[in-house]
């Protein structure tokens, strides 16, 4: 076994005095492995970190908003009828309808009772027309030949006037009774489904009662409060990510920008047209981020970010090893990636992993980082 030259008990050879202080901690750790291997330059690596370079990516700008399911159009479905019970309602809550669909069936007897008794009146009223312009047609005959005096003319051409104008109140009359028991049958108006019934059978209605309410075309839209400083960047046509938390994400398309903005609140409404296979009700709650542009922008991955002082800040590598905190501006957030707005150049490398453990000035040993995510997308919050 070889002796080792002890620091304290020993001298040290002369042959060993010309190597130098790395050589010499190496021939020392060859005998208790104790010692710390130093740099050339005498510092020692903090970390041994990655970096990544400053890439230029696609930055989705997004506007997030929050809102309420609600229907395109909430459709209110009542009777012109009053006084009338139903008899039969063969649709129920949630059901899909057709338009013309029959939704209510109110008690005919009585309303097709008066619109017999109106067709009489109709017909009444035709037979008297019919003989009083036959009187009027003898009578002018008979006033030409001076058989009858001309007020004895006149006035069977006034009775001829009076019966067309009973004839025609009597087929209005007629024509009110038909569309009462028209109406006595509630139908959908446009297709869609029920999201509300308010009438059971048996029910005496009245006029202008709700009995249902009808999701017109079953289609749904997100209302969306936005605030006011972001509106100007909404526009129609849009693409919207709404996100539920039991539901993946969904796009929709902006339908309209709201013209006003709301003086107490400072929000303004987005509406968000919904597909059709949404999974989404009325009344829910959703989160929506709206993409507003694309940009061609620098970006790091989140890991590199660290906050000293409540600011943003990146580690950049600089000459020799050593890295240098920079403080940084940072734009969107998308998928662990953040945009770098300024701060930074492209071509400059940052700690990637490793980076809350530095100090300003330290110096690093690198390892390759993994730049797999460089084509990566990137939307803004």
Same mark, same amino acid.
């Given at each position: ?47 041994? @970190?990655?970096?990544?370079? @400053? ?22 479905? +009542? &009777? ?106 509630? @139908? ?7 999201? *509300? ?34 509106? +100007? ?17 969904? &796009? ?28 989404? *009700? ?28 409540? *600011? ?6 600089? *000459? ?17 990636? @953040? ?5 930074? +150049?492209? +071509? ?34």
């Amino acid at each position: 076994m070889r002796e080792c030259v002890g620091t304290g008990t020993k001298r040290t050879p002369s042959g060993l005095g010309g190597l130098s202080g790395l050589a010499l901690l190496i021939a020392l750790a060859s005998c208790d492995g104790s010692a710390t291997v130093s740099e050339p330059d005498g510092v020692t690596p903090a970390l041994t @970190v990655t970096t990544i370079p @400053v890439g230029q990516r696609e930055i989705h700008h997004n506007v997030i908003a929050t809102g309420t399911i609600v229907p395109w159009q909430d459709l209110s479905i +009542g &009777t012109e009828i009053s006084g009338l019970k139903v008899v039969d309602v063969p649709v129920d809550e949630g059901d899909q309808v057709k338009a013309g669909q029959l939704l209510a069936q109110i008690d005919q007897t009585v309303v097709a009772a008066q619109l017999r008794h109106a067709e009489a009146v109709v017909r009444e009223a035709e037979a008297n027309l019919k003989f009083a312009e036959t009187d009027n047609a003898r009578a002018k005959e008979l006033v030409a030949k001076g058989n009858i005096s001309s007020q004895t003319a006149d006035d069977r051409e006034t009775k001829a006037f009076a019966a067309e104008a009973r004839l025609a109140m009597a087929r209005a009359e007629r024509d009110q009774m038909k569309a009462r028991v028209v109406a006595s049958s509630v @139908v959908a108006p446009d297709d869609g489904y029920i999201s *509300k019934r308010s009438v059971l059978i048996g029910d005496v209605v009245a006029a202008g009662r709700e009995l249902f309410r009808m999701v017109r075309d079953g289609r749904l839209e997100l209302n969306a409060d936005v605030p006011e400083t972001d509106i +100007g960047l909404i526009e129609e046509g849009q693409q919207v990510r709404i996100m539920r938390d039991h539901l993946g994400p969904i &796009t929709g398309t902006v339908r309209l920008v709201g013209p006003t903005v709301d003086p107490t609140t400072r929000l303004g409404t987005v509406h968000v047209a919904l597909p059709p296979d949404s999974g989404l *009700k009325p009344g829910m709650f959703a989160r929506a981020e709206i993409l507003t542009s694309r940009a061609i922008a620098a970006a790091v991955p989140e890991s590199a970010l660290v906050f000293r002082d409540n *600011k943003a800040s990146v580690f950049v590598v600089i *000459k020799k090893d050593y890295v240098e905190l920079r403080e940084v501006v940072t734009g969107g957030r998308q998928e662990g990636w @953040v945009e770098i707005v300024s701060g930074l +150049g492209r +071509g400059d490398h940052v700690v990637n992993t490793g980076a809350g453990f530095l100090h300003d000035g330290d110096r690093v040993l690198i390892t390759v980082a993994d730049s797999g995510a460089e084509n990566a997308s990137i939307r803004s919050e």
